[in-house]
């Protein structure tokens, strides 16, 4: 890939960032990041810090009890357990524009960082062995 089109997907992933729940997750890294001239150099350092951050965010742990608690409990009209809601205070909701989430959209985070990695390993294997500046990764 050349300079432009890393440019490019780096700009698609921001959009699909910020049109997620994760927009204030882009203008953290979009500010961290700015400086850097590099487009597959930004695109490397963006992803890494949104697959930090998503992590961050996504706690596994909630997910797992939720799993199991699917696997022990009934509902009234015998439908599938549907995962445990947690409501937001009005704060909360004005600040990450959601009211509400259940522990079950949770495991969407991990197929989220999978596909992340897999973008950023195949940039990273994507690289000129021929040319020094690009072997040599993001300069302080």
Avoid: W
Avoid at 20 to 28: A, G
Avoid at 59 to 78: D, V, Y
Avoid at 86 to 97: C, K, P, R
């Amino acid at each position: 890939m050349n300079e432009t089109e890393y440019k490019e997907v780096l700009e698609f992933l921001r959009d699909q960032v910020r049109k997620s729940n994760y927009r204030d997750v882009d203008e953290v890294i979009s500010m961290e990041t700015r400086q850097i001239d590099a487009s597959r150099v930004r695109l490397e350092m963006y992803l890494k810090m949104l697959i930090g951050m998503v992590r961050e965010r996504s706690n596994s742990q909630a997910f797992n009890i939720n799993k199991r608690l699917g696997m022990c409990l009934e509902t009234k009209s015998n439908d599938k357990f549907g995962g445990i809601k947690v409501q937001l205070s009005q704060t909360e909701a004005e600040n990450f524009g959601i009211s509400s989430f259940t522990l079950s959209e949770l495991d969407e985070v991990s197929e989220f960082i999978v596909q992340l990695e897999d973008i950023l390993s195949h940039i990273h294997n994507d690289l000129d062995p021929s040319d020094p500046e690009e072997n040599m990764g993001p300069r302080p």
